[in-house]
T-cell receptor
């Protein structure tokens, strides 16, 4: 398996524009996570899905952020409108199950810069 | 609530041992983890320890858990330049089904040749 795939790897956009980040989890994994990493706040869990259903979106910063998982092999994280403070590295991760011994496999991340 | 804290930076010489420390606040943690993040990459699980264990060794890695003090450490023996990365401590909480994982802020390990 190719692992978790994220696109794009880098995104530079202007304030006010819509940004869509994409993720393809590892095939057969039931859980998908979206994280945001910044120097100031470290790694934050934004939302996670189980079997394509959003379970906990309490980490989503505000209504400008939305995430979808239309099928088991694809998820998107959308920011509309984007702001400079959204600049961060966004990681997608997936795991087979949600139990303690289960590893979360991370994608390479999307580095977002909002000017 | 959950809070996982780590020092931000550690510098060691190649060949020395590295010890990265972590403290957590939730006594109901079931598993504790160490992840490694290399530059430009996502996090990768290094090792984990169940909360009823005191120590786990895996080749050059030794994990020590002091549950009373809620303190976790990762010792890397014979540190190599390839060990330079950011190391994240994490804890999972929950029983049965999904266990929420909370990550620390990460410790950047610099290995000096």
């Amino acid at each position: 398996d190719a692992g978790v795939i994220q696109s794009p790897r880098h995104e530079v956009t202007e304030m006010g524009q819509e940004v869509t980040l994409r993720c393809k989890p590892i095939s057969g994994h039931d859980y998908l996570f979206w994280y945001r990493q910044t120097m100031m706040r470290g790694l934050e869990l934004l939302i996670y899905f189980n079997n394509n259903v959003p379970i906990d979106d309490s980490g989503m910063p505000e209504d400008r952020f939305s995430a979808k998982m239309p099928n088991a092999s694809f998820s998107t994280l959308k920011i509309q409108p984007s702001e400079p403070r959204d600049s961060a590295v966004y990681f997608c991760a997936s795991s087979l199950e949600g139990t303690g011994t289960d590893t979360q496999y991370f994608g390479p991340g999307t580095r977002l810069t909002v000017l | 609530g959950e809070d996982v804290e780590q020092s931000l930076f550690l510098s060691v010489r190649e060949g020395d041992s590295s010890v990265i420390n972590c403290t957590y606040t939730d006594s109901s943690s079931t598993y504790l983890y160490w992840y490694k993040q290399e530059p430009g990459a996502g996090l990768q699980l290094l090792t984990y320890i169940f909360s009823n264990m005191d120590m786990k060794q895996d080749q050059r890695l030794t994990v020590l858990l002091n549950k009373k003090d809620k303190h976790l450490s990762l010792r890397i023996a014979d540190t190599q330049t390839g060990d330079s990365a950011i190391y994240f401590c994490a804890e999972s909480i929950g029983s049965g089904g999904y266990q929420k994982v909370t990550f620390g802020t990460g410790t950047k390990l610099q290995v000096i040749p």
